[in-house]
Every structure is written in C-alpha cells, then in structure tokens.
C-alpha cells in the first residue's frame, strides 16, 4: 500500500525518538540540516514549518535521537555526506537485518510503500527496547496524515512502553479540530496541531490541543499557545498538561473472572454485567475511581476465561477484552511474557505463588483406637496368656481339690483370673502355695498389661497418628492422588502447558479438569490434588469448609512455585495506565492492600461461622463415632451372653 505523497501538503515528516542524551542544539542543527535537503525540492515552504514544529518539540518534550522519515523523491537528492552535522546518519530499511545506534546519532527511514515503512518503524521501536525499557518519542508530521498512515504512526511495539508526543500541521482551524478529535487519536495524550496564520503582514503559529476528559462527556479542542518571532510564546504554560487528574464521572468498563477474594461478584441474569462484591479489587477499584472521580462497570468475558493465545494467535478472555479494547481494564492478572506482549500492566499489588492442596491423610476410625494401642502380635500374645493363665490356674485348682473336698467350676476359675486381669478384686485366695505363686505373677502380669494399654490408648486418643501428607510436586506424582486444576485457560494453566520442566512437563500429562465448584468436594475424598494460587485456597478453606475452632479438612502443601503477583492489564499505549498505576501505589504504600485483605477475612469468616454454629455446637464436645468403640465391645458382650443362655436352655430341654 502506497502512501499518497502528492495529496499529502508537504510529503514529509520527522520521527523524533527521545531517549536521554542528545544535546537541544544538535537537534536544532539536524532540523536545519534536514530542511536543507528537503528545501531543494519544496522550495523553501518547509523550513519554516519544520522549524516552528522543531521549536515545540525543544520546548515541550525530552531530549532525543533523532530519526528522519523522508519520501523516496527527497531520499534521492539527499545525503548525509552534504550535511556535515548529521554525516554519521544512517539508512535504515525493513531489509537492514542488524542494525545499532547510539544515543547521540542519528538515522533516516524512507516514508514509503507505507508496508516497508511499517517494518523498519518495528525495528527501530525494537533496538530502542534493547537501549532502555521505557522511552519518550516524539512524533513532528508536518503534513494532515492519511488513515493509513495515522494507523502506522499510531502502533505500539510489544516490547516497551512509550510516552509519545505528536505535532502535526495543517492548513486551517476545521481540519485541526477533525485530527484532534480523530478516532485514531483517541488514545493518545499528548497531541498538538500547528496552524500558521497572517495576520496584517505578521505570521502567527497558533498551537491547538485537545482535553480528552471534560465534564462534557467528549474531548473538547482548546487553543494551547501561540508563536510569533517577535513575541515567542503568548503563554509560559506547558501544552501537555497532564489530564488524567480528573476523569470528570466517565465511566470505565472492566473485564473480570472470579476470584476469591481478589474479585468476587453476584451475576446478572442474562447480562454480562455483574455485581460486584465485598473483595480486594472492588475495593482498590473503588478507592482509586473515588480519587479520579470515574464510575465504572464490570463485566465477564464471553468464553469465561482468564485468557491464552489461540492456534491462529488470537487472545481469549479477559486478556483479549483489554488487547482488543473491549474493555479500558481487566483485572488481576498474573503477568507473564506472553501477555506482557501484547497488553500493559500496572505494578504488582499482591505476590502469591501457585501450590496445591490434597484431602488430609485421615486417620483411623474412632472405635478401632480401642484396639490401635496394641499391635496383632501384642493382642495375641495377650489373649494367649490369659487363656493360658486359666488352664494352668484350672489344673492347679484340681490338684487342689483332690487334696480337699470343694472345687469350683471352669467357668468360674475363667472369670477369677479374667476379672482379675481387669482389676476386680478376688473372691478366694487358693491355699495351695502353687496357686498363691502363678496368681501374684499374674497380677504383677495384669497391672503391667492393662497399665500400658491405659497410657497408650490415652495418647492415641489426644495425639492420633496420621499417615505422611504430600507437601511437593514430586510426591503428588508419586502418590496415588490425580492433579486437577479449572481449566480456564489462566496463567497457571499456560505454565504447565508451555513449560519445558521435565516435572511440570509430567504434571501436565495428568492433569484432570473439573468446574471449580466440584474441586473442593472432590478433594475431600482423597484422590485430587487442586493445584492453584495459594491464597485463594487459605480463603477458601477458612470461609468456606473449615468447621469451629479453624479445623478443616484439607492440607496446603509446603512447596510453593511460580512466584509473582497480580496486576490490571490495560490496552498498549491506554492514557490511564499511568495515573492509574501511581493511584494503585499509594493504595499499596499507605498499607490499605493489606487491611482490606484482613477485612474481607473477617468478613466471609463471620458470615460462614454465624451459618454453621448452631449446627457444630452441638457436636463440638464429642460426638457419636467417638462411642462407637464401647459400644460395640457392649453389644458384643451382650450376643455373647445372650447366646449362652440358649445354650444353657436348650442343655436343659435335652
């Protein structure tokens, strides 16, 4: 696509970069040098325009390099080595494959086909990314640009931020205003439009700018200075206030996901508009809107992502709705390369890493600590030596019986050594010394037994083991338990999906989705491990599924990955980015960031607690599992005798 240099007024215009150290009066001489060459061909016309535009740009914006963009007919009759001032320029093109500068030289572009001019103008934008990470640029057209050339001028490279300065020309008042208030422009700051008018013989440059926020409700052009050579400037006050003080009750839209407590929200029956809720960012949001006098509106994304690029590199979710200016916002994204090229983002306000959270490795039922403080081996050695006390004790009642007259029943001789293992008192000492003997052994037996069964079983009641919890990636795939995670396509996601560790590499390969109102049930069970940032699980957990007294059923994993934090994205090149950014900063300075977080605990908590304590209270002190264990030894007992007095009935019948 070619560029219209015949319609265009003067054919020319010059690109000036500003970086920081090139001196005011070699810029002014490169100007002069630069008119030279191109008043060969124009006649003149354009020394004064290019000089006046050059005298705002030393007035108004930082120092720079200089880069001329010239039309091919003036590239031809032009050259560095006539211009003794600027003899270190350079030519630069789209097909220049490696090209560098310093801070003090200077290059030229050619201005067309307009599709070779749009590469080099990347490339340049590119080298300066590699010198410094945020620049100042001025733009000086002297001419009324074309749509498409506005459209070239007016791109952003995706790799640094800019402040950029534009200076135009045009021939009258009508044409100023309709470039002030071009759709093109409309997010550009710092704009100026020169207009050189006589007046009784006297030549006067009047300079036009445009306030983008006015309590009009539309950008209103307003006259900023005038020059003359005999006055200078009418006004000693700066041309490009900054305007982002006030918003004057413009209303801002912003994208959103839900995220606890970050952003949470009520939705809206059949509205992409939603209602926000008590959460961190509706309250910086609305700290920040109260300073800059703005409303604002909050909508969902239509897909219900956080956003990733596609196969074809288009963006989902809330990142595409600021990359394609859906909206002026989005919120609390977690910035990473991928996004940082193609959207803007404010500083960090919150630091939180991913991790994950499983079910707690329970431990045994209530009713089997009963028997939990022995081991099987214990048990049986146990139950022997009481079955073979009452053989022994049996065999020494007979001999004593054949030596006397009385003897008792096994039965009875089972229930003296038993209850004396339980501590029951005995009825009858044996006279027979072998008798005294083996029961004072067996009493010292049954104190030792029964006295380390007590003190064990007390401390399984009030310290019950648990088995080993899983506190790192490593184990969670070593383990039994599926990594599940919400698939709408985050950061999170994009991490595993794109990394090229072996162990996220793995992780990814057994990645389970599931919709994030089923992953903390799921979890509970045993077999999942959520994977996400941490403090939206500690939220959940503590408002949501932890029981009285902070006891829940989950466990956070030690390890933690993928450090950062969250941020807003903006549109490349959005005017409010700035203002927004520094009102966010005193909102993170001033500590405020950090009390609403406590609030919002406390908050959620309270309505949680308040929901479920007059159904916990009455288990808080103990509850039913924790009698199981004697009630089954109860029944147990009690089939036992019933079944023996059968057994005695039916000896009797037959």
């Known amino acids: ?87 270190d320029a350079r030519r630069i093109s789209a097909e220049t494959s490696n090209f560098s500068f310093e801070l003090n030289s200077h290059i030229f572009i050619t201005a067309e086909p307009l599709h070779q001019f749009q590469k080099t103008l990347e490339s340049v934008n590119s080298k300066i990314g590699s010198i410094i990470s945020c620049t100042f640029v001025s733009y000086i057209v002297p001419f009324t640009p074309v749509s498409s050339f506005m459209a070239s001028l007016t791109a952003l490279p995706s790799n640094i931020q800019l402040t950029r300065y534009y200076f135009f020309y ?147 979710g809330v990142v595409g709705d600021s990359l394609y200016r859906h909206a002026n916002f989005s919120f609390c994204l977690k910035m990473n390369l991928e996004r940082r090229k193609v959207i803007d983002f404010t500083r960090v306000y919150y630091y939180d890493p991913l991790t994950f959270v499983t079910g707690k490795t329970n431990p045994s039922s209530l009713w089997k600590k009963l028997i939990t403080p022995f081991s099987s081996f214990v048990w049986v050695v146990v139950v022997c030596g009481v079955g073979g006390t009452v053989l022994f004790y049996d065999m020494i009642d007979r001999a004593q019986t054949a030596i006397s007259s009385s003897r008792s029943l096994s039965s009875h001789t089972f229930m003296h050594i038993f209850g004396s293992f339980l501590g029951q008192t005995l009825s ?97 069970g045993g077999q999942y491990g959520y994977i996400n940032y941490k403090t939206p699980i500690e939220f959940t957990m503590v408002t949501t599924f932890s029981k009285m007294y902070a006891e829940t059923k989950f466990h956070i994993a030690m390890e933690e990955f993928f450090p ?18 520094r009102t966010m900063g005193w909102c993170v300075m001033s500590g405020l960031t950090k009390k609403w977080l406590k609030d919002l605990y406390k908050i959620y908590e309270k309505k949680q607690t308040e929901e479920k304590s007059s159904l916990e209270a009455r288990d808080a002190v103990i509850s039913s599992e924790n009698e199981l264990g004697p009630f089954f030894i109860l029944l147990f007992g009690a089939g036992g005798g019933a079944s023996l007095f059968f057994l005695e009935l039916l000896k009797k019948q037959y």
């Open 428 to 524: 009858n000492i044996p006279w027979l010394l072998a008798g005294r003997v083996v029961l004072g052994f067996w009493l010292v037996y049954s104190l030792l037994v029964t006295t380390y069964y007590k003190t064990s079983l007390t401390s399984t009641l009030a310290v019950p083991f648990k088995p080993p919890t899983i506190n790192t990636l490593q184990q969670l795939l070593s383990s039994n338990i599926n990594p599940v995670m919400v698939n709408i396509k985050g950061a999170s996601h994009r991490l595993f999906e794109t990394s090229e560790v072996p162990l996220y590499q793995k992780v990814y390969k057994n990645l389970q989705y599931f919709p994030k109102r089923e992953m903390m049930s799921l979890v509970t």
């Open 170 to 316: 045009t021939q009258n008042l009508m044409v100023a205003e309709k470039l002030l208030l071009d759709s093109g422009l409309a997010e550009e700051e710092n704009v100026a439009v020169v207009i050189k008018q006589e007046f009784h013989n006297k030549t006067l440059w009047s300079v036009l700018t445009r306030q983008l926020l006015h309590p009009s409700g539309s950008p209103k052009v307003l006259k900023a200075n005038t020059w003359s050579r005999d006055t200078g400037f009418t006004s000693t006050q700066h041309i490009f206030p900054d305007q982002m003080e006030n918003f004057y009750g413009k209303e801002l839209r912003g994208s959103v996901m839900p995220f606890s407590p970050f952003i949470m929200y009520d939705k809206i029956e059949g509205s992409l508009v939603v209602k926000p809720k008590p959460s961190l960012e509706v309250y910086i949001l609305g700290a920040i809107a109260q300073q800059l006098n703005f409303t604002y509106v909050l909508v969902k994304p239509e897909d219900g992502q956080w956003g990733s690029p596609t196969v074809d590199g288009h963006w989902t």
């Open 1 to 87: 696509m070619k560029l219209d240099i015949e319609s265009a007024m003067m054919g020319t215009f010059i690109v000036a970069l500003y970086l920081l150290n090139t001196s005011t009066a070699t810029r002014q001489s490169f100007v002069t040098s630069v008119v030279d060459g191109i008043g060969t061909s124009r006649g003149g016309a354009a020394d004064d325009i290019l000089s006046q535009m050059n005298i705002l740009s030393t007035q108004y914006t930082p120092k720079c390099l200089t880069v001329v963009i010239v039309p091919r007919e003036v590239e031809a009759t032009w050259s560095p080595e006539q211009n003794s001032q600027i003899s």
């Open 564 to 581: 950062g934090g969250y941020s807003w994205g903006f549109p490349k090149g959005s005017p409010y980015l700035r203002i927004i950014d």
